[in-house]
């Protein structure tokens, strides 16, 4: 295995001038349907790397690598990088891009040709992961890995900015969600920088956010995450709701909720953006023992 370039290599990325190139020779046009949008600015590239502290000898995960621009930047700090790609043409071209632009380091990569989502391990315990995700799947995929892949400590996905704001929101924002607090199941996540529209080709329709998160222990719990995570879609689903009356269809009742929440700790009459993930561990731990 060859050694890996230091962070600050100077190392041509791919221009904008070569992604339209390969796009071109691959008959590629970008589709919003599948969220495309290629980093052309190789600038963009080495702040994402620097931003999500890859350190030399890690074995980094990357999620719809594409043409390969963040690829080659993330092959220069890292031994091994693995790559999960859905389509086809990028699955297949990547390697040789990889070959042409580093020579010799091709071997360093491992190309999975597949749904992220529908990956459930990936071999060699990649410790970060680094990714510019699709805007339609970002926060499945990134939930998705996070369970599947544990060996995952760190990393740093690029997504919409909107959605970058609804990841590392905390209690009583007004963008806390469902993806804040089942985020905050696996890791502690930090905005760490906001990318705009013209790095991009296609540019998109909004800027774009990094989110760094790093792994940390979930909640102690006697219960499984699946039946917290109920517990967590259910309060947000009538958000305006009280967690009396927005967790009545899951514990059965509304007095069954309430009776779980006040063991739980929880006023039964806050509203779910008010909870963190501990609480919400509580709430489903406390409906659980009532049903034994």
């Known amino acids: 295995m060859n050694e890996p370039a230091p962070a600050s290599s100077t190392l041509p990325l791919l221009s904008a001038v070569d992604i339209r190139r390969l796009a071109e020779e ?8 599948r969220g495309q949008n290629f980093v ?13 502290g890859v350190t030399p000898g890690e074995h980094v995960l990357e999620v719809g690598p594409g043409l390969g621009s963040l690829t080659l930047g993330l092959v220069d700090v890292a031994s091994h990088v ?16 990889i070959e ?15 749904d992220a989502l529908k990956v459930d391990g990936v071999e060699g315990e990649p410790t970060a992961l680094v990714a510019n995700l699709p805007y339609n799947v970002a926060v499945p995929v990134l939930l998705h890995l996070l369970a599947t892949v544990p060996s995952l400590k760190h990393g740093l996905v690029m997504v919409q900015d ?23 199941w696996y ?14 080709w296609p ?10 998160f790093e792994r940390r222990e979930p909640p102690r719990t006697d219960v499984e995450r699946r039946d917290v995570f109920r517990v967590i879609d259910a309060a947000f689903a009538q958000r305006r709701k009280t967690l009396r009356a927005a967790l009545a269809g899951w514990a059965g009742s509304a007095a069954a909720a309430e009776e779980a929440l006040v063991v739980a700790g929880v006023d ?6 008010a909870l963190d993930v501990a609480a919400f561990a509580a709430i489903a731990a406390a409906r659980a023992a009532a049903l034994q």
């Open 26 to 33: 691959l008959g590629i046009r970008p589709t919003k349907s």
């Open 40 to 52: 052309i600015d190789g600038n963009t590239i080495r702040r994402i790397v620097s931003a999500a």
């Open 82 to 97: 693995t790559a999960i790609e859905i389509e086809d043409a990028f699955a297949q071209r990547l390697p040789a891009t």
């Open 100 to 114: 042409e632009f580093r020579p010799g380091r091709s071997a360093d990569l491992t190309v999975i040709h597949s």
């Open 162 to 184: 909107e959605v970058a704001d609804r990841l590392v929101a905390g209690p009583g924002s007004r963008t806390y969600g469902v993806p804040s607090v089942k985020a905050a």
């Open 187 to 200: 890791s502690s996540a930090r905005k760490a920088g906001v990318i705009g529209k013209n790095v991009f």
């Open 203 to 212: 540019a998109p329709q909004i800027h774009s956010g990094l989110v760094h």
């Open 268 to 273: 039964p009459q806050a509203r779910g953006e």
